[in-house]
């Protein structure tokens, strides 16, 4: 019964909140899967994050390997992760058998609107220089198994969503 799903998409998009609707979701079927988000992630794998290239590609291939061990153990992983680069989640779907990436599709002024880590602020402020989708390239999944937009319906609804797709493939037993 283990899967991944990872979702990716913009900073603000929704992410967490839908990460949040799904393993409760999951929860209430019984499922307890673990959740990697990069914010709680990169506190203890790159205390004193420079968000450059070399440390994403390390990052991210350690979130990978860490949702790999969780799954071996037979623990459903959902990666809350924007992973900019499709190398980063690509890597994922090549080590993890039941994958599904979900693409949080929301638009700049969206998020930039939500800005709830204060990260489209900080850019304009001059304070970042790499927020990906603005100053970094965001490499928007190519054929993900879903795609929901984050600036439409709620949390749940998305989470429901993934949650049929999961019954679909049955991977919820």
């Given amino acids: 019964m283990s899967f991944a799903v990872w979702l990716t998409g913009l900073s603000g998009s929704g992410k967490s909140a839908i990460a ?12 307890e ?5 990069s914010d ?9 994050p420079r968000y450059d290239e070399r440390e994403r590609d390390f990052f991210y291939a350690a979130l990978v390997e860490l949702g790999a061990f969780a799954l071996g153990q037979g623990v459903p992983v959902i990666f809350d992760a924007t ?8 890597a994922a779907r090549k080590r993890i058998a039941r994958f599904a990436e979900v693409f949080v ?11 709830p880590k204060g990260l489209y602020r900080a850019a304009r402020d001059g304070k970042s220089s790499t927020l990906p989708g603005l ?3 965001y490499e928007a999944p190519l054929s993900p198994e879903l795609t929901l937009r984050g600036d439409q319906g709620t949390p749940a609804a998305a989470a429901a969503r993934i949650v049929a797709f999961l019954d679909a493939q049955r991977w919820l037993g």
């Fill in 40 to 48: 709680v992630m990169r506190t203890q794998l790159t205390p004193f």
């Fill in 105 to 115: 599709d929301t638009p700049l002024e969206a998020c930039a609107a939500r800005d």
């Fill in 83 to 90: 992973a900019n680069r499709r190398a980063y989640r690509d």
């Fill in 20 to 31: 949040r609707e799904l393993a409760a979701a999951l929860h209430r079927r019984g499922v």
């Fill in 33 to 37: 899967a673990a959740v990697l988000e």
């Fill in 135 to 137: 100053q970094a390239a």
